[in-house]
């Protein structure tokens, strides 16, 4: 009910509402994100996929076949080590101070963003209190755009 609320109040704004599914919130799963956007019914809604919590909630490139293209709105790029943390405080500390720039990990990155429906924007997001205290925004900037380039560079 609060998810169609959402999507009511932003549609007269052009605006799109997106569902993202994190391991230690309610919503746990794409499939379970997925459901909630097809029960709302609007047609402003969809799921943002975070490559981060993609895989810490253990799930696979198949999910994202069972999703209506249309839904997959948002990607967030960005790596990490292969290994999950052990417990949710764990979890939640790697996801907003922990990233690491897309490339530099060990997440298989290339193989989900093949599975992306060609619409969706990808935007990278790395929260990462090591940068933030000894970068600045435009070195940030400058530090994500030559990691992104270099994992792809392979595929242009």
Same mark, same amino acid.
Not at 2 to 9: D, E, P, W
Not at 95 to 116: D, F, I, N, V, W
Not at 126 to 143: D, I, S, W
């Given at each position: !009910?609060? /998810?169609?609320? &959402?999507?009511?109040? &932003?549609?007269?704004? *052009?605006?799109?509402?997106?569902?993202?599914?994190?391991?230690?919130?309610?919503?746990?799963?794409?499939?379970?994100?997925?459901?909630?956007?097809?029960? &709302? *019914?609007?047609?402003?809604?969809?799921?943002?996929?975070?490559?981060?919590?993609?895989?810490?909630?253990? +799930?696979?490139?198949?999910?994202?076949?069972?999703?209506?293209?249309?839904?997959?709105?948002? /990607?967030?790029?960005?790596?990490?080590?292969?290994?999950?943390?052990?417990?949710?405080? &764990?979890?939640?500390? !790697?996801?907003?101070?922990?990233?690491?720039?897309?490339? +530099?990990?060990?997440?298989?990155?290339?193989?989900?963003?093949?599975?992306? @429906?060609?619409?969706?924007?990808?935007?990278? +997001?790395?929260?990462?209190?090591?940068?933030?205290?000894?970068?600045?925004?435009?070195?940030? @900037?400058?530090? @994500?755009?030559? @990691?992104?380039?270099?994992?792809?560079? *392979?595929?242009?």
């Amino acid at each position: !009910e609060s /998810f169609v609320q &959402a999507c009511r109040l &932003a549609a007269p704004h *052009g605006m799109t509402v997106n569902l993202e599914p994190i391991s230690w919130n309610a919503v746990r799963s794409l499939t379970q994100a997925q459901q909630i956007v097809a029960a &709302a *019914g609007q047609p402003n809604s969809g799921v943002l996929i975070d490559a981060l919590h993609f895989y810490r909630m253990g +799930e696979s490139i198949d999910v994202l076949k069972t999703i209506p293209p249309k839904l997959l709105n948002i /990607f967030h790029l960005c790596d990490a080590p292969l290994q999950s943390p052990v417990d949710i405080d &764990a979890l939640r500390v !790697e996801a907003r101070t922990a990233r690491l720039m897309p490339g +530099e990990g060990q997440l298989k990155l290339l193989p989900l963003l093949e599975s992306l @429906a060609s619409h969706t924007l990808i935007s990278v +997001e790395v929260p990462n209190q090591k940068f933030l205290k000894e970068f600045t925004p435009k070195q940030r @900037a400058v530090m @994500a755009l030559k @990691a992104t380039h270099s994992l792809f560079k *392979g595929c242009l």
